[in-house]
Each structure stands twice: as structure tokens, then as C-alpha cells.
């Protein structure tokens, strides 16, 4: 599903932010991308959905190598992956059910479909009798389910977060990771990016560790299948 292959990522004439970093997420499978503020974690996610491009090296993703991939190229790949950012990302003039179905809207999909997939990924995640309310009226911890449902509602084959309970109690952390435990469980690929090893621990699953841009850590391996 994805491999790294000596890959390095500078930006401009500072120090590689990424450095020879080599490894393989195979489908299905679900690994945590651990590692100190600032060791590359955000960077090495931006290579996988195309909004960066390495310096040196090669991804390729499902298939395709996003070292050639052309720019008109870069939406359709996006489009195979669902994407869960720390800080939600949602639109406060719009109801819940307005920000889920976005991604199904920009894609063109008939309204009959936007109405069924949207309040099936809200069912998902526990949020359909608040399809109509406004995000900012929801806890935190609601808020990120939406972003984790607007992430999914176009069932993607990989999905991505970036530290998604990074501003949530434990508790609340630990209903955030049985819903993603629960996409995995149903063959979607899953990278999320934390630094809470308490919370990822006890879950025993692949861990991939960076420190200062380079891989230390690497539950998963490196090599293509034969």
C-alpha cells in the first residue's frame, strides 16, 4: 500500500527533515507513526497524500509513484484517502451533516447518495442525531468524530491522522482509537501519527519511530513482496 525507499525530504538549504527513511504498510494493516514534536512526522504524512515531495528517494502509494505522479494527478489520488487533522478542520457556517458530506459534493456524487453515505459515517461514529446542529456547539472530542467521519464518508482505502487526540482526555483518546480500530477491522489501511505512547501501547500494534528525521524504529519492514 505504501512504500518508502530511501527517502529525504529537505526544505530550501536547511538540514534534511527527513533522512534515508525506507519502509512498507502493507493493505490492511494499521501502524502508529511515533516520535518528538519536530522529528518528521507531519512531513513524512504530507509525502503520502502529495502536498510535499521528497528531495531524494521514492513513495509510491497504492500503486502509484508519487515522485512522477503529475499535479492534475494529485486530487484523484487523494481522493482513495481519508484524512483526520488535530485540530478538526471544519467549516463553523455549516451543519455537521453540511461538513461530512463535503467531500461527496466536490466529488459530484447524486444527492440520494450524499444523504445515505453521509448519515451512515455519522452513524458510524455516534453522531447522527446531531446532523443538523452547528460543530462549534460539540465537545472536542465530538467534533474530532466528525472530522473522522467526514474523513471516511468517501471510503477510502487509506486513512491518515495527524496526532488526532492530541487535545483529548484519555477517555475520549481511547474512543477515538476504537473507532479507528474498528475502520481496520473492515480492510482499511490506517497510519496515525502521535505522541502519546501511553495511549498506543497497550493496542500492540506496529510502531514506526522517527527521531530527527530518521526512522529508528521500524515494526513493519521495508521490503516489496516477492
Known amino acids: 500500500m505504501i512504500y518508502f525507499e530511501h527517502v529525504s525530504k529537505r526544505y530550501g538549504q536547511q538540514k534534511d527533515t527527513l533522512t ?16 518528538h514534536s519536530g522529528a518528521g512526522k507531519s512531513t513524512l504524512l504530507k509525502l503520502i497524500t502529495g502536498i510535499e515531495f521528497t528531495s531524494r528517494g521514492q513513495v509510491t502509494v497504492n500503486g502509484a509513484n508519487l515522485s512522477r505522479i503529475k499535479t492534475s494527478q494529485v486530487p484523484a489520488l487523494r481522493r482513495q484517502m481519508g484524512i483526520v ?12 451533516f453540511d461538513n461530512v458530506a463535503l467531500p461527496l459534493k466536490i466529488a459530484g456524487y447524486h444527492f ?13 461514529v455516534g453522531l447522527l442525531r446531531k446532523e443538523k446542529v452547528n460543530p462549534v456547539t460539540l465537545s472536542g472530542g465530538e467534533q474530532q468524530r466528525v472530522g473522522i467521519a467526514r474523513a471516511v464518508v468517501n471510503r477510502p482505502l487509506l486513512l491518515l491522522a495527524d496526532e488526532p487526540t492530541g487535545n483529548l482526555d484519555p477517555e475520549l483518546s481511547n474512543e477515538i482509537m476504537t473507532l479507528f480500530r474498528q475502520f481496520n477491522a473492515v480492510g482499511v489501511t490506517v497510519l496515525i501519527a502521535t505522541h502519546d505512547l501511553s495511549l498506543i501501547e497497550p493496542l500492540n500494534y506496529p510502531q514506526l519511530t522517527l527521531e530527527q ?3 529508528i524504529r521500524n515494526e513493519l519492514g521495508s521490503e516489496r513482496p516477492q
Open 85 to 96: 487533522f488535530q485540530n478538526h478542520q471544519l467549516l463553523y457556517d455549516r451543519s455537521v
Open 20 to 35: 534515508d527513511v525506507n519502509f512498507h504498510l502493507p493493505m490492511g494493516e494499521m501502524a502508529f507513526l511515533t516520535g
Open 213 to 215: 528525521g530518521r526512522l
Open 112 to 124: 440520494s447518495e450524499i444523504e445515505r453515505r453521509t448519515r451512515a459515517a455519522l452513524d458510524k
